[in-house]
């Protein structure tokens, strides 16, 4: 035998040995798959799509379209045959050419991100695939836009799902007409495959049987150790909360304290991942007393609990407590999604109960009037808020799961498509990324509470129309009449900045600001001046609509934070020695972050001072 002999035989034996390895491993993660999809969690029909009314109505309403003005579907069909016709002629003269070793001039580069491989402009067949399947794109995009006699809700419904339709159907999604893959699938020998299955597999045990992509490596961050670090203490607990009071890193501080409440559908550490894009760290730094509150994440035994709950048991003893430890009237609260919503919804409280304890409030992408829907319209429909009902009601809790999922649907390419095409097709491990991890590591919402938030202010929009009842009183949006400083985000899908902006305007105080920041519902909020990264929008003028506001706003280069703080620091008095987190009264009980946001349930038992 020749030495290359030697050599291509060798080659052979180890390309024979990884495919025994693979296919012993593809057995195991076969067997694997079978196990965990035997015990898949049952989820109900009501929260796996629109009721079958909408589909009877669109059906309905393109039918009558079709009978009384068959002239329109007529070119709307004409038209798509036409270029159907005109692509896979373009395709055949290509691939002609191509196979007669004549260059063929690349297309435009796509714009879609999904579409990024090189080779779907450059393949004849990829090629094909792409532009064919833009053109279906564009014509049930068309078919749904002209569709007359729904209401706007319905049609904001119907355009939502046939979107989810035809983003499945992506040939990005699918092995055989993904070219990124299965070039990946021959450079690796099938082992990306083995890998993606492999990741599949672990995602659905993970989450009982149900497809949860993981966004993130899990094993990347740990909160407290390189993530949530900055230094403080816990200084009081209860069934709701845990209140951190943060170590100051300045002389002096303001003497008024500042309040943080974060939104309880996910966890307080977003405003504190890294000490470089840290919110927390940064309001230390510039001499605040600091207090965060640390929500818990709440089991059955929760499921009585009421928005009513939250204010009397977590904002208005959050509150009493960090006055009682600074030895202050007033403090200074902020609020952050929900949290600020229920903010508005205590301040609103605390003025009929004639209790001036809260001395300015800032709002982070809020939303206090629900008139527009934006994006959740079609999840806020009768037919998916029942099914929600039903579930929470039937286990005690609305299970994180559920909410995360919605929001995922909301970027489906970007939360759901693409990293699974990642981690599943590519068999690549989730990157490690900070907030992806922090966005996977949800809460649940107590039963009563979630359902009463949806059908009073969701749905009925009670607090900007009416009044809502909370605590024994009818709360109305322009009770909360303090200083506000308002922040809403420019492409913030989840609280629209225009819905946050009318809120503000009905709310009955005479010092209003707001500010409207680049980019979205996180990155326009976690905005560190040092990345000079995304601008700001303001305008003194709160009388305008919010497209006349918007026109007529100044642009403002960098974040916003420095601006807030000039405002905040004019509400929080004069300077004082720093204080050291806790009291006699109040004694520390752990480091920072605590034991809730970590998951310790057993932490409860020890609830008090």
């Known amino acids: 035998m020749t030495t290359k002999e030697f050599e291509n035989d060798d080659a052979s034996q180890n390309s024979l040995g990884q495919l025994e390895a693979n296919l012993e491993k593809l057995e195991e993660l076969t067997q694997r798959l079978v196990k965990v999809m035997g015990h898949k969690r ?23 379209e079709m009978m009384h003005n068959p002239t329109k579907i007529f070119e709307h069909q004409i038209g798509y045959w036409g270029k159907t016709l005109q692509h896979y002629m373009e395709a055949q003269q290509n691939m002609l050419q191509a196979g007669m070793g004549e260059e063929v ?43 007359e006699g729904l209401d706007e809700k319905e049609k904001k419904r119907l355009e939502y799902f046939s979107r989810q339709i035809v983003d499945l159907m992506s040939p990005t999604n699918f092995l055989g007409t993904n070219p990124e893959a299965l070039q990946r699938a021959v450079e690796t020998e099938g082992q990306s495959l083995v890998d993606g299955l492999e990741n599949l ?7 009982d049987g149900d497809l949860v ?4 490596d899990k094993d990347a961050f740990q909160v407290g150790e390189n993530i949530g670090t900055t230094k403080g203490k816990v200084v009081f607990r209860n069934r709701l909360f845990e209140l ?7 002389d002096q501080v303001h003497e008024t304290p500042l309040l943080i409440f974060p939104p309880w559908i996910n966890k307080f550490y977003i405003m504190d991942l890294k000490p470089e894009n840290s919110l927390v760290k940064w309001v230390v730094d510039q001499g605040y007393t600091l207090f965060v509150v640390s929500w818990v994440n709440p089991d059955e035994t929760y499921a009585d609990v009421a928005l009513d709950t ?18 202050v009237k007033k403090i200074n609260a902020v609020g952050y999604c929900i949290a600020g919503t229920t903010l508005s919804l205590t301040l609103a409280l605390m003025k009929k109960r004639k209790d001036n304890s809260v001395k300015s409030a800032t709002l982070f992408t809020t939303m206090t009037d629900f008139a527009d829907q934006g994006e959740f319209v079609a999840f806020l429909q009768d037919d998916f808020v029942d099914g929600i009902e039903e579930e929470a009601l039937k286990t005690g809790y609305l299970d994180k799961f559920y909410m995360a999922r919605t929001f995922s649907f909301l970027r489906s390419n970007d939360l759901i498509y693409k990293p699974a095409i990642r981690s599943y097709m590519m068999g690549q491990t989730p990157p490690a990324f900070d907030l992806l991890y922090w966005n996977g590591d949800g809460t649940n919402l107590p039963a009563k509470m979630a359902v009463q938030y949806l059908r009073d202010l969701c749905q009925k929009n009670r607090f900007a129309d009416g009044g809502i009842s909370v605590c024994g009183e009818t709360l109305r949006l322009k009770d909360v009449s303090l200083p506000v400083f308002a922040i809403a985000c420019e492409t913030d899908h989840i ?36 990345k000079n990264k995304y601008g700001h929008y303001t305008n003194p003028e709160l009388g305008l609509t919010y497209g006349d506001w918007r026109e007529s706003a100044e642009k403002n280069d960098g974040s916003w934070w420095p601006r807030w703080e000039a405002w905040l620091s004019k509400q929080s008095g004069k300077k004082i020695p720093a204080r050291e987190p806790g009291t006699d009264a109040y004694p520390a009980l752990c480091d920072a972050p605590g034991t809730y946001v970590i998951g310790q349930p057993d932490a409860r038992d020890g609830a008090g001072k």
């Open 201 to 207: 597999v672990r995602d659905l045990e993970a989450n």
């Open 213 to 216: 992509v993981t966004l993130a």
């Open 42 to 64: 049952e989820v109900p029909s009501a929260l796996q799509g629109p009721g079958q009314e909408l589909y009877m109505k669109a059906a309905t309403a393109y039918m009558a």
């Open 244 to 250: 951190i009071q943060y170590s100051p890193t300045t």
């Open 105 to 147: 001039a690349p297309p435009a580069k796509s714009k879609d991100r999904r579409f990024s491989d090189p080779m779907w402009d450059t393949h004849p067949y990829f090629h094909f695939l792409k532009q064919q399947y833009m053109l279906n794109a564009e014509a049930v995009d068309t078919a749904v836009a002209d569709i």
């Open 495 to 530: 609280a629209q900045w225009h819905a946050s902006y009318q809120g503000v305007q009905q709310m009955g105080s005479k010092d209003k600001t707001f500010v409207l920041s680049e980019s979205g519902h996180i990155a326009g909020i976690i905005n560190p001046p040092s």
């Open 310 to 327: 939250y204010i009397e048991e977590g904002y208005l003893e959050a509150i009493d407590v960090v006055k009682q430890i600074c030895g």
